[in-house]
């Protein structure tokens, strides 16, 4: 099946790729472009050329696919030269994603027509890599540094109103005549010098405010920390104000290849990968019909309630949300409304959208309006009993064939099952806090969840913006459960002698928005203490004891200044000593790459049970739910991922040496020289 044809309209020759799903742009594809320029050169009759692509997208850039693989076919960068020579214009009509090589081909044509609908970006940074067809060196020279810079090095596209705003395209035209629109726009062009993106240098912004990088980098410093893309994509960038096009391309070509050879884009390639495969369901038949959801019903409107509740809102889902008191709800749908309305101001949603939103919940303090949901969530405190009641009386109330979730983090969802008449229907569906912000969604199957069911949930997820994992039922599933090793080995770290700040800094530095102890003094540490002063059992008893709950008291772990800034604190010292020595725990410093190993090796172990278990379908859903639900950094793929780049010897190695268990699943996988990612 071809997947480039020719269209000969008049005197306009029309370019088309068809290569589904969003027709990235393969060898045969680039050949197919190649030769499609080349009859168009080649034939008189032809004044102008239109390229455009059949099915849901212009081009989503390059086909990941082929990474890492031996090159083959014509190189992008080569062919777009030779089409951007052309002195017929050349009009690229752009609708869906025009993503990363999509985007460079359209910046090489002469002029950009899209669609209100399109989107514009070069996201190749989110694959640790940077633009690798000319795209750091056109676009700053069509839309200035100040534009391009965040597009580079940020990755995220712009909407076609943007893109008309800054000059990335010429005009936006109907979306159900984009072919015509486009070969009528490049007539009018025939005749006319063809203006080229390579032209010149991007000196606009540069010259004006040579500082602009600099500033660019510390403004953005925190977010790219230990990550190596985006500083090639600003030095990609900054080369296209300091010389000729030739040059620009020539570093952004040796920018390209060292990190397509690097560690982190292998990482991030997994990644891409092993997000879209976590929306695979093992053992079930994928042809089995869905259950419509129309009417959703969640239990408590408190933090996790209430942010469960925003997912369906914002994605048209009316939604019942049931609390026991008046005031409780209350509070519950003024805070959802608060965070709608935050949203509005930064410019996320319309007034009219977060009416839209808020029109479509239904408060209330019966249970009796939950019958005629087709799923219910509960969010109500983590206890089995409180639970199991729940469970049991929503059976009586909801109509057959709903769903009925919990939304518990750790609880066996089988037993909660038990509670009904219908443990095929009950599924655990963890949303992790803060629920309308946070994409992980956790789905646990239960040993009766039916495959409709499953494969409803999934849809859902993707329905309402969540990355959605399988878990088996087990204590904490795939996250918390991987969690619990690293707290461990964190309290057990200061009992010997560690600093907790440099157990901080150890995460941090690897590439987690913070450790467990500022994690702590963030959520308050005070949250599940018993608040007896008098009893004290543990450090974190002590410190609340003291006062010491955290941020919010200006004092925890560590201490706070006005502006927040933390310090080590000589009364936290004090207590974790006085734990140690009455443990009789000998004290020993510790090296920063002893603490990283003591605290993620053992992750990397109860990831390895859980796989042999079966509790998690693949190692890769593994990275996924780490980097999407705790800030793992992406960079690095996610647990597994990252082990396999370390060396599983090297991780049992490390295990034995600090005393702490090694499965016999990661056992024998090292010693068979076997990695956890393909
Ligand atoms: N190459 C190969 N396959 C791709 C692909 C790509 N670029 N993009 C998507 N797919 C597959 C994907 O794996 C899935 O397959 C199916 O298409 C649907 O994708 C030279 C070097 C376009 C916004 O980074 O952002 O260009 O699972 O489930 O949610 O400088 O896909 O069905 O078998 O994501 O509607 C730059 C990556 C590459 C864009 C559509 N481009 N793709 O989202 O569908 S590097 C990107 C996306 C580059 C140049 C550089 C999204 C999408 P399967 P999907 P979607």
Not at 210 to 237: C, H, K, M
Not at 261 to 282: L, P, V
Not at 303 to 315: K, Q, R, V, W, Y
Not at 335 to 353: D, F, L
Request: charged share 25%; aromatic share 6%.
């Amino acid at each position: 099946m071809s997947v480039i044809r020719t269209e000969k309209h008049d005197d306009v020759l029309v370019i088309v790729a068809d290569n589904p799903p969003v027709n990235a742009l393969g060898a045969k594809v680039r050949q197919g472009l190649v030769d499609g320029i080349e009859q168009a050169l080649g034939d008189d009759t032809v004044k102008a050329v239109v390229i455009r692509c059949d099915g849901r997208t212009f081009f989503a850039g390059a086909d990941i696919t082929e990474f890492g693989k031996a090159p083959v076919g014509p190189n992008l960068g080569e062919a777009l030269d030779k089409m951007e020579a052309s002195d017929k214009p050349v009009v690229a009509a752009i609708h869906g994603t025009a993503l990363g090589g999509g985007c460079e081909v359209a910046l090489a044509c002469h002029y950009r027509v899209a669609v209100t609908s399109a989107r514009l970006g070069l996201p190749e940074v989110k694959l640790g890599l940077i633009p690798g067809a000319a795209g750091t060196q056109r676009l700053p020279r069509v839309v200035g540094v100040a534009n391009a810079l965040p597009m580079v090095v940020k990755g995220d596209p712009i909407s076609a109103t943007k893109a008309l705003e800054i000059g990335l395209i010429d005009r936006i035209v109907g979306a159900q005549t984009l072919a015509a629109d486009a070969i009528a726009f490049a007539r009018e062009q025939i005749g006319k010098p063809v203006p080229r993106s390579s032209a010149g240098t991007a000196q606009q912004d540069a010259v004006r405010d040579p500082s602009i990088f600099d500033t660019f980098r510390q403004q953005n410093a925190r977010g790219l920390r230990g990550f190596e893309a985006p500083e090639a994509a600003i030095q990609a960038v900054k080369a296209s104000t300091e010389g000729s096009y030739a040059d620009g391309v020539k570093r952004e070509r040796e920018l390209f290849v060292k990190l397509m050879s690097g560690t982190q884009s292998a990482a991030m390639r997994h990644y891409f990968f092993a997000e879209r495969a976590a929306n695979k369901i093992d053992n079930v038949d994928a042809a089995t019909p869905l259950i419509p959801v129309n009417k959703v019903g969640v239990i408590g409107a408190g933090t996790m309630g209430g942010g469960i509740a925003m997912n369906f809102l914002s994605a048209g889902i009316p939604v019942t949300i049931v609390e026991m008191q008046q005031d409780a709800l209350d509070r519950g749908t003024g805070v959802m409304r608060r965070n709608y309305e935050n949203s509005a101001k930064r410019g996320r949603m319309t007034g009219e959208q977060v009416e839209a939103a808020m029109g479509i919940l239904q408060p209330t303090l019966n249970y009796g309006d939950l019958a005629d949901c087709d799923l219910v969530i509960e969010a109500v405190f983590e206890s089995m009993d409180i639970k199991k009641e729940v469970f049991a009386k929503l059976d009586g109330i909801v109509k057959q064939g709903a769903i009925l979730a919990s939304n518990t983090s750790y609880l066996d969802i089988d037993e909660i099952a038990s509670a009904t008449r219908r443990p095929e229907f009950v599924v655990g569906l963890h949303f992790f806090s803060p629920a309308n912000v946070m994409k992980l969604l956790e789905m646990v199957r239960g040993a009766k969840t039916s495959d409709a069911v499953l494969l409803t949930c999934m849809a859902l997820a993707k329905k309402i913006g969540k990355i959605a994992v399988v878990a088996g039922n087990c204590p904490g599933f795939i996250g918390n459960r991987m969690l619990t090793p690293r707290q461990q080995q964190a309290q057990a770290l200061i009992m010997e002698g560690a600093n907790y700040w440099d157990v901080d800094d150890v995460l941090v530095d690897f590439g987690f928005p913070m450790g467990p102890f500022q994690m702590g003094d963030l959520a308050g540490n005070d949250v599940g203490w018993h608040r007896d002063p008098s009893r004290v059992e543990t450090v974190r008893e002590a410190l609340c004891a003291a006062g010491r709950f955290g941020q919010k008291a200006g004092k925890g772990w560590y201490d706070y200044d006005e502006a927040r800034n933390r310090t080590p604190s000589d009364e936290t010292r004090a207590i974790i000593a006085d734990f140690a020595s009455k443990a009789g725990k000998p004290q020993r410093s510790f090296t920063k790459d002893e603490i990283r190993e003591r605290l993620l090796y053992p992750m990397v172990n109860e990831g390895a049970k859980i796989l042999a278990e079966g509790k998690a379908q693949r190692a890769s859903d593994i990275d996924v739910v780490w980097i999407n639900g705790y800030g793992w950094p992406l960079f690095t793929g996610g647990p597994m991922f990252w082990a396999d780049t370390v060396g599983l010897d090297t991780v049992v190695a490390g295990l034995e040496r600090h005393g702490l268990p090694v499965d016999e699943s990661l056992r024998s996988r090292a010693a068979a020289g076997e990695r956890f990612s393909n």
